[in-house]
């Protein structure tokens, strides 16, 4: 199996910065897109960047400008910097893996614990 473990959370003042990280390990061949999705309280789980094993990358607009994904393919991690943080990035942070998995079949979708960015005064 494949397992994600993320790091980087934490409470920070509004205007500060974050990093994120996410290290996938296990029965891996290949990963193809990576992400990190956020929910705060009482919403849904949504988007907020992917990045693709080429490089390319998309972003919810809330976060455009602000945050930066990015990735290591060799060593099967994910980063997502964030600048600028506002009040509403206040939320739980899921690492996402769409992977192809060692003697298996198609592409399997992995999901990290979640670590809790706060930002606050």
């Known amino acids: 199996q494949v397992q994600l473990v993320e790091s980087g959370g934490g409470l920070v003042q509004p205007g500060g910065s974050l990093r994120l990280s996410c290290a996938a390990s296990g029965s891996i061949f290949r990963i193809n897109a990576m992400g990190w999705y956020r929910q705060a309280p009482g919403k849904q789980r949504e988007l907020v960047a992917v990045?693709?094993?080429?490089?390319?990358?998309n972003y919810a607009d809330s976060v455009k400008g602000r945050f930066t994904i990015s990735r290591d393919n060799a060593k099967n991690t994910v980063w997502l910097q964030m600048n600028s943080l506002k009040p509403e990035d206040t939320a739980v942070y899921y690492c996402n893996a769409l992977t192809v998995v060692v003697g298996r079949q198609g592409t399997y979708n992995y999901w990290g614990q979640g670590t809790q960015v706060t930002v606050s005064s």
């Open positions: 990045i693709s094993s080429g490089g390319s990358s």
